[in-house]
């Protein structure tokens, strides 16, 4: 499998209409493990630029970044449009999901 990063067109749309709201330019966008929950690593997107060690895709005037070692490990992202009900947003996926023994011994469960 070819490490990749994908974006919807959707989600491409929201991204750019939430950096416009905000009065943010941005051309380089950044994948990274934001935290960890009790199913493995929770992935997010920030504004950032482009550093040596990282594969990069462009998508509709936006670079798309991460880096190289976390390509590897989760074998690339897709970042999706959600929307169910009221709630809408972007979600980052990575394509290769991480292992999980089904939750942790330190609490008593994620509500």
Do not use: W
Not at 77 to 106: A, N, R, T, W
Request: include cysteine; charged fraction near 30%.
């Amino acid at each position: 499998m070819e490490n990749v990063i994908t974006i919807d067109k959707k989600a491409s749309e929201e991204l750019k209409s939430i950096l416009s709201s905000m009065d943010i330019s941005a051309d380089t966008i950044r994948i990274f493990i934001s935290g960890m929950a009790c199913h493995g690593p929770m992935f997010n997107i920030a504004k950032d630029e482009e550093k040596k060690n990282d594969y990069a895709m462009e998508f509709d005037g936006i670079k798309y970044v991460a880096d190289k070692a976390l390509m590897e490990e989760f074998g690339g992202f897709e970042i999706q449009f959600l929307e169910e009900d009221s709630f809408h947003g972007l979600y980052v996926k990575p394509q290769i999901m991480p292992e999980s023994d089904g939750g942790c011994s330190s609490c008593s469960g994620c509500h």
